[in-house]
């Protein structure tokens, strides 16, 4: 018997517990039964591969390869069936960050005039520049929204331990994703608790003061649970060491033609960059 | 009479000098029996429970636990497994990402193989009518299966006493029936802390009070 392979069809679902599910692939009525092929494919090598991408999509500089990987990750978005609205919502967020970098860059870099606006002359090589940074950045998001996106937050804990990452950074990764929700809940309710004794914040000492007995109540509850959950796993005979479930799963049909459409691609935006 | 489970001795803990939790608490848990622990909040019944597997130590007094004496950490870890302790928020029991990883983990520590690991908990989780529960995330089941899988991660040791600290808690009025059920149908000896009347008349035999660090048979 192999639960890891039967673990990783189960946990994409949406548990019918009502919780909406972390992943990002769509479940919309028609394609409930169509599971997309990406999610069949091995999660340690959806890893790798997106970390051999984004690796790979730093190194380039010429456009034509950076429009490529962009095209190829949108390929694969398309293959992970994201969802196109959450999607767009997520790299809008994220490409905001960037907006000031941008903007600047096309001024601040010298180079060949293009156009000037105000007195001040835009250059060939910054507007280069800029657009080679938002393609190469935007890429690699859309790479891991659509390789790591559609999985659940344990199975990639799960693909990071099998890969011997440092336990440490797996098991804080894992009791992160456990605990997480159960933090949140507990500032909600401290939270509501204020509210509902008209607490409203704004800019004089109460509001800071309140503020920060709430984080700090936050952090004495946060120790106070962490205690109570390491003595509950001294009750279970917990003495410092985790034993693992999960056997190692054989890389099928799927896994092995995943990795070859990965190979060329990679060979391709490469050839592309020095073509 | 056969060896008592637990044989507590005048106890004495105090988390604040000035206030002692338990002043001379004596208690004798034999196999089978299933006593209700009672008491006002506050009154120390799961300082109690932590005392009997040694999560904390008592400033004075005798903790016997399945025939010995049990006095340092090393004493107890092998009490651990045999009395289970059932703790009061099942998201302080339940830390694992899945079902089966949590119910896994007391058989793996207590170095059992794989397979047999995997055998447990499939009895144990259908033993409590949790069928095809293996691959649920921990923390996306609701309040009463958590309460039910936290039950499960003790069973799956397979205890002789069970410590049950509120089992009922925040159940709904089925998923409570459920629990009783569960629970009658259990060998093991038993020690349920409640504030629940009908509940505690229908699982225990036997009733304690713990009221100003004493503790009362009535």
Redesign the interface.
């Known amino acids: 018997m192999n639960a890891y392979a039967s673990s990783s069809a189960m946990t994409a679902r949406p548990v019918d517990g009502g919780h909406p599910s972390t992943a990002y692939f769509s479940t919309g009525a028609g394609e409930k039964k169509r599971k997309p092929m990406l999610e069949a494919v091995d999660s340690r090598l959806r890893l790798v591969v997106c970390w051999g991408f984004a690796l790979a999509v730093i190194g380039l500089t010429q456009l034509p390869a950076l429009l490529a990987a962009l095209a190829l990750a949108g390929f694969a978005a398309m293959a992970a069936r994201l969802k196109r609205a959450a999607t767009l919502r997520h790299m809008v967020a994220f490409d905001g960050f960037m907006l000031f970098v941008l903007l600047f860059l096309p001024f601040t870099v010298p180079g060949e005039v293009v156009f000037s606006l105000n007195g001040v002359s835009a250059s060939r090589e910054g507007l280069l520049h800029a657009a080679g940074i938002l393609l190469r950045s935007n890429a690699v998001m859309l790479m891991i929204l659509a390789l790591l996106g559609s999985m659940e937050p344990v199975e990639l804990g799960h693909a990071m331990a099998r890969l011997r990452l440092p336990a440490k950074f797996v098991h804080l990764f894992l009791f992160t994703v456990r605990y997480i929700e159960v933090l949140g809940r507990e500032y909600r309710r401290l939270r509501v608790a204020m509210k509902a004794r008209g607490f409203r914040v704004r800019c004089n000492p109460h509001t800071w003061r309140s503020i920060g007995y709430l984080f700090g109540m936050l952090l004495v509850r946060s120790i106070e649970r962490a205690e109570r959950i390491l003595a509950a796993m001294r009750c279970r005979g917990f003495q410092g060491r985790f034993h693992s479930l999960t056997e190692v799963k054989t890389m099928d049909r799927r896994d092995y033609a995943f990795t070859g459409l990965s190979v060329v691609a990679g060979g391709a935006l490469i050839a592309l960059e020095y073509w | 009479m056969s060896e008592p489970l637990f044989h507590l001795s005048g106890i004495h803990f105090a988390y604040d000098p000035e206030q002692p939790v338990l002043a001379g608490v004596h208690f004798t848990l034999h196999a089978g029996e299933r006593v209700a622990l009672t008491g006002p909040n506050g009154a120390g019944k799961t300082t109690l429970f ?1 005392l009997m ?1 040694g ?1 904390l130590k008592a400033q004075a007094g005798w903790v016997e636990a399945f025939g010995r004496r049990r006095i340092h950490e090393k004493d107890f ?1 092998d009490v ?2 045999r009395a ?2 059932l ?1 009061q ?1 099942p ?3 339940l ?4 079902v ?2 949590d119910v ?3 058989p ?3 170095g059992k193989s ?1 397979a047999e ?2 055998i447990i908990v499939r009895h144990t989780l259908a033993g409590l009518g949790l069928e095809g529960f ?9 309040g009463g ?1 958590r309460r039910l899988v936290s039950l499960a ?2 069973l799956a ?1 397979n205890p002789e006493v069970l410590l049950l600290d509120e089992p009922a808690n925040a159940l709904d009025a089925e998923m409570r029936e459920r629990l009783i059920t569960i629970l009658d149908g259990l060998p093991q000896a038993m020690m349920v802390i409640s504030h629940d009347e009908d509940f505690l008349t229908r699982i225990a035999r036997r009733r304690v009070c713990l009221a100003q660090g004493r503790l009362m048979e009535y």
């Open positions: 932590y597997v999560l870890v651990r497994p289970g302790l703790f928020d998201d302080d029991q830390f694992c990402p899945t089966i990883e896994a983990f007391g793996l520590n207590l794989m690991t995997r293996e691959n649920r995330i921990t923390h996306q089941l609701s299966q991660t003790v040791m």
